[in-house]
């Protein structure tokens, strides 16, 4: 054992998480009893969805973004120990029993979730990014018109400095359909009769790209869908995603681009239409 490195800490087979393994770091307690990390939790919660958004209250605000936040807040999932529908809060208790009781380890997994919760750059620059989004929503009353639906659909990230523009696409009967917001705060509001899926694709500056769940950087923007929501004040759900600022040679790796195309999208956009 090198000098000065610490001894290893042999932990309990009741302190490690059923999910990944290692010493519960943040735990969590589910209403069905069962104990595990909080981001293990939180993973889990977009796996057994049919999509990686995980709804949550209009209440949480990334305007002032907590870099301490706690992805399991509101969340609600399949437990994946005895697959019943539960939440799960904090046990702040066993988490300082846990850092007391292995403090190197503990460290450990702290470093590594600082990453996922985005407080800093990890390796190979890897820098984690919460992203909300959903729609706001006002019952108009009194109006002669079916248009009865005052609506606002957004997306909102923890790194909107990093964010060149959103790309909408809204149903064929709205003009225009497609709209490109490259100004936060990053919101469309309409008037309207029904709910319908909003298509949104978020691309990033350079020279930062989303990565991908194999650590490879790509340029196409992230792709995210919504289904309005008409029930009382609306919804919203959350992403937790990755970026890398990697600075390239120019021509590094990389075919040569027809004029006007978009390398950061695999697909171009040349109609779109500003929503001012």
Partial sequence: MAEGTPPPETIAHDDLCPVCHLLLFAPVKTTCAHILCGSCMAQWADASSTSNISHSSLDLDLSHFDPSYDPTYDLEANCPMCRTRTTASPD????????????????????????ERGQRVGEGGVEGVMILIGNRHRLVRGEETANKHDWTFFVRTSRPDIVEEVRVNLHPTFRPPRLVLRQPPFEVRRLGWGYFTIEAQIVLKEPYGWVKDGGERRHEGLELTWTLDFEGRGRQGRVRAKVRKVEETAGEGEGELDEGQDRRSPVNWPHLDRDE
């Fill in 92 to 115: 702040n208790a066993l988490a300082r029993q846990l850092e007391q009781q292995y403090p190197n380890t503990y460290e450990e997994r702290r470093k590594e979730e600082e990453v």
